[in-house]
């Protein structure tokens, strides 16, 4: 079965930087378009970016601290944030689309404060 489980949250101070990781099983992840999505407490679940089995990115509002990338080799996705802000708080998510249906994996929580 598809399964994704995200690492890699903590608390993080203002202006600090954070690496999340994806491991992915159950698909054929080199051959998939990965993403990553975020959702902060009372706010909609919202876009971060994006990378191609080719390496191409789509970046969201965070276009300019973000990193994707992957590691094919390792099944694995990563996120790599830099200037946080405590705006930045919320639960990540790292999805990919098999067959028009979605999947998440549990989230990793990000926790952006002094």
């Known amino acids: 079965q598809v399964q994704l489980v995200e690492s890699g949250g903590g608390l993080v101070q203002p202006g600090g930087s954070l690496r999340l990781s994806c491991a992915a099983s159950?698909?054929?992840?080199?051959?998939?378009?990965m993403g990553w999505y975020r959702q902060a407490p009372g706010k909609r679940r919202e876009f971060v970016g994006s990378?191609?089995?080719?390496?191409?990115n789509s970046e969201g509002s965070m276009k300019g601290r973000i990193s994707i990338s992957r590691d094919n080799a390792k099944n694995s996705l990563y996120l790599q944030m830099s200037s946080l802000k405590p705006e930045d708080t919320a639960v990540y998510y790292c999805?990919?689309?098999?067959?028009?249906?979605?999947?998440w994996g549990q989230g990793t929580q990000v926790t952006v404060s002094s």
């Open positions: 999805q990919v689309r098999l067959w028009g249906t979605d999947y």
């Open positions: 159950g698909f054929t992840f080199s051959a998939s378009t």
């Open positions: 990378i191609s089995s080719g390496g191409t």
